[in-house]
């Protein structure tokens, strides 16, 4: 993806799924030198973290890092806790549902940030997505704002930019934000975005193939459906959403 | 440190050192039915993981945590990076030293709300300090606040709060962000705290002994000295503040 600006340094938080695999190709369509990071937090659906690395790779991400960070001695989830099954049906539950996972957006943003300051790079950008989504608290636009704020407070370069006079340097990105799932989909279509690579489900098979009854398949083949485009993820012999 | 008040559950922060095990006896002392939550995040001074285990039981922690996050793989620090090395000096260094991890307090914070919303606690303790301190950006009021509205946007109890109308249920106590060192030295006496159990040094030998000349030891050393108390820390043949 050559272009001729010039090119800034950006973290992305990259987990292998459909929305920030388009976070990344608009990242990269903005002329941000992209460094993807995942975060292997334990979670069942593990992977989502090879199809990560082939999304960094395919979308010229200029470093790819992964993590560790054992969310599984915390818990509290069906990704991080193998005792809570993950909700399989026929439609999206209201509410919060049980593949929340208590505190993680703030976590991983909080070592993306590290990393942003690490590599002197002021802009972050994150999947998160408050439309088509499964009701999680850490992905409406009130707490990006509140951990924008926070960033600039918690960091070297924030606090040594307050004391210049200057305005807040980190900035976190989340331009899914506001868009339908069919609208991401367009989106990533139209940058290039290889959706056969990602991998959504929250309780795939040894083989990574999707179970197309979660929560995360329903959103995503509903996104495909809506935008009227081919649907190309690789599910389980029989299912189908 | 038994109690007739009826007690509630709380997380905190242990790191093993003198400031977070006087706010762990802070917390028993008031009532609090301690969590506590180490993270072995590939810091060079790793004994202080021991000294926290040991901290956590002799003061009466209901459970103890270790949780691990690779901040080797972000670096940035003279704590998570062997290339650079801990100052020593004698004296306190001015500005933000290379001891600073980029972003390490809001990651960790992150983790505790993670697991006080996973115990179904409230109250997250860290013992973090303004005065006596190495001018760490993320041991201000400012950020401590910031991160506090933060805690309770990102999170399930934070949400289903604010839709019922109630107050933000998280509240982040640091007990200590305002006290001399001598005056957290002479609370952690005065509510039997062990500090030789504690290990402060940024670089200790492979015992766990003090350099004595890092700027952890030497604001160890002074508090000890403001309180006229006897300084129980073990150093290195030879070292002394």
């Given amino acids: 993806?050559?272009?001729s600006r010039p090119s800034r340094p950006g973290v992305v938080l990259l987990s292998g799924g459909l929305d920030s695999a388009t976070v990344l190709a608009i990242a990269r369509d903005r002329a941000f030198d992209a460094h993807t990071l995942s975060i292997?937090?334990?979670?069942?659906?593990?992977?989502?973290?090879?199809?990560?690395?082939?999304?960094?790779?395919?979308?010229?991400?200029?470093?790819?890092?992964?993590?560790?960070?054992?969310?599984?001695?915390?818990?509290?989830?069906?990704?991080?806790?193998?005792?809570?099954?993950?909700?399989k049906s026929?439609?999206?539950?209201?509410?919060?549902?049980?593949?929340?996972?208590p505190a993680r957006n703030l976590a991983l943003l909080s070592i993306a940030l590290g990393l942003a300051e690490t590599l002197n790079a002021r802009d972050l950008?994150?999947?998160?997505?408050?439309?088509?989504?499964?009701?999680?608290?850490d992905c409406r636009p009130a707490f990006i704002e509140a951990f924008e704020r926070t960033a600039n407070l918690a960091t070297r370069l924030?606090?040594?930019?307050?004391?210049?006079?200057?305005?807040?340097p980190f900035r976190v990105h989340a331009p899914l934000i506001e868009m339908s799932k069919a609208d991401i989909v367009r989106t990533g279509v139209s940058l290039g975005v290889d959706y056969a690579m990602t991998v959504t489900c929250y309780d795939p098979d040894g083989d990574g193939l999707a179970c197309a009854r979660c929560d995360a398949c329903r959103l995503?083949?509903?996104?495909?459906?809506?935008?009227?485009?081919?649907?190309?993820?690789?599910y389980q012999a029989g299912a189908r959403p």
């Fill in 1 to 3: 993806m050559p272009d």
């Fill in 90 to 101: 026929d439609d999206i539950s209201p509410g919060i549902p049980v593949t929340y996972v």
């Fill in 220 to 234: 995503r083949a509903r996104g495909f459906a809506d935008a009227a485009l081919p649907d190309p993820t690789r």
């Fill in 158 to 168: 924030g606090v040594e930019a307050a004391e210049r006079g200057e305005a807040a």
């Fill in 125 to 137: 950008f994150v999947g998160v997505n408050a439309v088509d989504y499964s009701g999680y608290p």
């Fill in 40 to 87: 292997d937090y334990g979670q069942r659906h593990r992977c989502e973290l090879d199809a990560a690395e082939r999304v960094a790779r395919a979308l010229g991400a200029r470093t790819h890092r992964v993590v560790r960070l054992d969310l599984r001695a915390v818990g509290g989830s069906a990704l991080t806790d193998d005792t809570i099954d993950v909700p």
